[in-house]
């Protein structure tokens, strides 16, 4: 489980080819974000995406939200995207948002127990959105085991997960992007499937690093729960 200094350029490249060859084979490795460091598995992969889960010591009721590397992806996961999303990541993407859509049913994965939904966000952290960028979107959860905080260094990560995970990119303390923000709190996630219906609203499941009072003002209160 070695871990790599991505301020290093030696060890980032090394970090990153052999983080591309862990996911690849279906190996946990653990990222950096703008919010949290992240536990990270191939999205199209059942025993991967299973091992995150094992790691963090979750059942299947737990899914994890899929990192995305870019905007269009949106639309190749998810079935439909409202207008009010579409506003919503054009103001907030890359960053800590994370949307939850009715994903679609051709879509060959196993996240767990999603009764038809994926979590989508894409994350501005530049080690994350060039992983995200060679190897497609991934399931990323925070690094962490469950009731544990949020892990804002890859040593608090690998202190927990330890062995389980195969590669460690290290890139220094992350979670002050967000000036007043709770630094462990993760992204804020909003839960769009009601915008599906003509009077259905959104809802925000987990307050974050976005102030819900800018998910209003893009939104719009009548379309807030």
Same mark, same amino acid.
């Given at each position: 489980?070695?871990?790599?200094?991505?301020?290093?350029?030696?060890?980032?490249?090394?970090?990153?080819?052999?983080?591309?060859?862990?996911? %690849?084979? %279906?190996? @946990?490795?653990?990222?950096?974000?703008?919010?949290?460091? /992240?536990?990270?598995? &191939?999205?199209?992969?059942?025993?991967?995406?299973?091992?995150?889960?094992?790691?963090?010591?979750?059942?299947? $009721?737990?899914?994890?939200?899929?990192?995305?590397?870019?905007?269009?992806?949106? &639309?190749?996961?998810?079935?439909?995207?409202? &207008?009010?999303?579409?506003?919503?990541?054009?103001?907030?993407?890359?960053?800590? @948002?994370?949307?939850?859509?009715?994903?679609?049913?051709?879509?060959?994965?196993?996240? *767990?127990? $999603?009764?038809?939904?994926?979590? @989508?966000?894409?994350?501005?952290? $530049?080690?994350?959105?060039? @992983?995200?960028?060679?190897?497609?979107?991934?399931?990323?959860?925070?690094?962490?085991?469950?009731?544990?905080?949020?892990?804002?260094?890859?040593?608090?990560?690998?202190?927990?997960?330890?062995?389980?995970?195969?590669?460690?990119?290290?890139?220094?303390?992350? *979670?002050?992007?967000?000036? *007043?923000?709770?630094?462990?709190? *993760?992204?804020?996630?909003?839960?769009?499937? /009601?915008?599906?219906?003509?009077?259905?609203?959104?809802?925000?499941?987990?307050? %974050?690093?976005?102030?819900?009072?800018?998910?209003?003002?893009?939104? %719009?209160?009548?379309?807030?729960?």
């Amino acid at each position: 489980m070695p871990t790599f200094d991505t301020a290093n350029p030696a060890e980032l490249l090394s970090g990153m080819r052999l983080a591309r060859a862990a996911i %690849g084979r %279906g190996e @946990l490795v653990v990222i950096p974000t703008d919010t949290v460091y /992240g536990v990270a598995a &191939d999205a199209f992969s059942p025993a991967a995406v299973q091992r995150l889960l094992d790691a963090k010591g979750r059942d299947r $009721t737990a899914p994890p939200p899929v990192l995305v590397p870019g905007i269009p992806t949106l &639309d190749a996961l998810a079935e439909s995207v409202p &207008d009010e999303v579409r506003a919503l990541v054009a103001e907030f993407w890359p960053g800590g @948002l994370t949307i939850i859509l009715r994903a679609r049913p051709t879509l060959d994965w196993d996240l *767990g127990d $999603t009764r038809g939904t994926v979590a @989508l966000r894409m994350p501005s952290d $530049t080690i994350a959105l060039e @992983l995200l960028a060679e190897t497609g979107p991934l399931a990323v959860s925070s690094a962490n085991r469950t009731s544990e905080p949020a892990a804002l260094t890859a040593a608090e990560a690998e202190a927990m997960l330890g062995e389980s995970v195969e590669v460690y990119l290290d890139a220094g303390p992350v *979670g002050a992007a967000y000036p *007043g923000a709770d630094e462990r709190s *993760g992204s804020t996630i909003v839960d769009a499937t /009601g915008l599906d219906s003509p009077n259905g609203r959104l809802r925000v499941v987990r307050h %974050g690093v976005i102030p819900d009072a800018e998910i209003v003002r893009v939104v %719009g209160a009548d379309r807030c729960a």
